[in-house]
């Protein structure tokens, strides 16, 4: 059983940065891509990025691109997420997911259908 363990959350203001991490248990990480996730209070789970095993191929939901970047460092089993220039709707509970795949693309990298393993999450406030 793989276990996801979210870090870096946080109360920050409009317009600040925060960096998340997802730190994977098992060393079957290298081998699956990756996705971030999040949940505002009584919306649905919303995809924000993946990539893939190697870490070479990101891809983001279009309304984040050039504010999000996701990274991952296989070395150390963890996967990253930067998040600058933040607005109050980024509230939300930030999930990290492990893909059933090497890599993905389009539908196959948003669906949450598609991750095996979930973490339990970290909290994202930002006020204005």
């Known amino acids: 059983q793989v276990q996801l363990v979210e870090s870096g959350g946080g109360l920050v203001q409009a317009g600040g940065s925060l960096r998340l991490s997802c730190a994977a248990s098992?060393?079957?990480?290298?081998?699956?891509?990756m996705g971030w996730f999040r949940q505002a209070p009584g919306k649905e789970r919303e995809f924000v990025a993946a990539i893939s095993w190697s870490g070479t191929t990101p891809y983001y939901a279009d309304s984040l691109k050039g504010r999000f970047i996701i990274s991952r460092d296989n070395a150390k089993s963890t996967v990253y997420l930067q998040m600058d220039s933040l607005k109050p709707e980024d509230t939300a509970l930030y999930y990290c997911?492990?893909?059933?795949?090497?890599?993905?693309?389009?539908?196959?990298?948003?669906?949450?259908?598609?991750?095996?393993?979930w973490g339990q999450g970290t909290q994202v406030t930002v006020s204005s």
């Open positions: 997911a492990m893909h059933v795949g090497r890599e993905c693309s389009g539908d196959g990298c948003s669906a949450t259908g598609i991750y095996a393993y």
């Open positions: 098992e060393r079957t990480f290298s081998g699956h891509a």
